[in-house]
T-cell receptor, first 114, second 115 residues
Framework: DTAVSQTPKYLVTQMGNDKSIKCEQN?????MYWYKQDSKKFLKIMFS???????INETVPNRFSPKSPDKAHLNLHINSLELGDSAVYFC?????????????FGSGTQLSVL | EDKVVQSPLSLVVHEGDTVTLNCSYE??????LLWYKQEKKAPTFLFML????IEKKSGRLSSILDKKELFSILNITATQTGDSAVYLC???????????????FGKGTKLSVIP
């Protein structure tokens, strides 16, 4: 079973469209994240979310919004897509506290905006 | 401002060489530092370091943390072509009073091992 799964793996769309990327984790973790990795391979945090708090990186445009229907899911909605949104988006999860707080990553969604 | 600085940004070595990758960080409410290896897809976990001066080892890889000087190193001995990847370090720190933690990644060191 995949620990952190995200869909789709590839997403090609036109500028101006609205799209969503789904993420699910079956690890029972209490915190989930979205990271964006640009063409220079810089992995930058967008959001972190647990049942207490949503933390938004202030540089993320408000066209991006995370939605968490429950603890195991954190979906990413993007409105009015722009060319600069093209990147690989990684979902991740972790469990706060304890000696094993590493992030588990999904396999990534490569978004191409034409 | 860059909270995490990795050096060198890229490195080309021959098989069998030993390499040292550096990571310096500047965060408040530090909790731990993690190293990841990224090949084609998602980063994969290597080490988590919480205490200064205690070396962690896994095969040919080892890592150590200096919390006073705010840096960590990752050593790879007897490198192999399979070690070619981007190596990322990330300090984990408390983001807010609610007890949330963040992991901020450096830009990585791209290691290329040639036969």
């Amino acid at each position: 079973d995949t620990a952190v799964s995200q869909t789709p793996k590839y997403l090609v769309t036109q500028m101006g469209n609205d799209k969503s990327i789904k993420c699910e984790q079956n690890l029972g973790h209490d915190t989930m994240y979205w990271y964006k990795q640009d063409s220079k391979k810089f992995l930058k945090i967008m959001f972190s979310y647990n049942n207490k708090e949503l933390i938004i990186n202030e540089t993320v445009p408000n066209r991006f919004s995370p939605k968490s229907p429950d603890k195991a899911h954190l979906n990413l909605h993007i409105n009015s897509l722009e060319l600069g949104d093209s990147a690989v988006y990684f979902c991740a999860s972790s469990q706060e506290g304890g000696s094993n707080e590493k992030l588990f990553f999904g396999s990534g969604t490569q978004l191409s905006v034409l | 401002e860059d909270k995490v600085v990795q050096s060198p940004l890229s490195l080309v070595v021959h098989e069998g060489d030993t390499v040292t990758l550096n990571c310096s960080y500047e965060v408040t409410n530090f909790r731990s530092l993690l190293w990841y290896k990224q090949e084609k897809k998602a980063p994969t976990f290597l080490f988590m370091l919480t205490s200064s001066g205690i070396e962690k080892k896994s095969g040919r890889l080892s890592s150590i943390l200096d919390k006073k000087e705010l840096f960590s190193i990752l050593n790879i001995t007897a490198t192999q072509t399979g070690d070619s990847a981007v190596y990322l370090c990330a300090p984990r720190y408390a983001y807010s009073g609610a007890g949330s933690y963040q992991l901020t990644f450096g830009k990585g060191t791209k290691l290329s091992v040639i036969p």
